[in-house]
Nanobody, 125 residues
């Protein structure tokens, strides 16, 4: 069974940085397409970033392009989301997701089969 657990969320000031981690068990990360989504109170879940199984291709939502970076460490079976230049509107619960499909650039939450419980990120002064 594939399980995902996020960590690294917290409170940060505007302009600051955070790195989220998502440890995956039950399947090698190199066999998975992985992604990050976020959901703020009263809003729909929003696509943030996704990476191909090899990690060579990465895609980002428009609101985070140039500020966030998705990466993966096959040895640690972990996917990361480096978030820089954070803004108050980045405040959300962030979710890690994964799927075994061969397709890439998956930007809909229905594309993913496995989800973590989420980690809260709050950007505030």
């Amino acid at each position: 069974q594939v399980q995902l657990v996020e960590s690294g969320g917290g409170l940060v000031q505007p302009g600051g940085s955070l790195r989220l981690s998502c440890v995956i068990s039950g399947r090698a990360i190199s066999d998975l397409v992985t992604g990050w989504f976020r959901q703020a109170p009263g809003k729909e879940r929003e696509f943030v970033a996704t990476s191909t199984r090899s990690g060579t291709m990465k895609f980002y939502g428009e609101s985070v392009k140039g500020r966030f970076t998705i990466s993966k460490d096959n040895a640690q079976n972990t996917v990361y989301l480096q978030m820089n230049s954070l803004k108050p509107e980045d405040t959300s619960v962030y979710y890690c997701a994964a799927t075994e499909t061969i397709y890439t650039n998956l930007q809909f939450d229905s594309d993913y089969d496995y989800w973590g419980p989420g980690t809260q990120v709050t950007v505030s002064s």
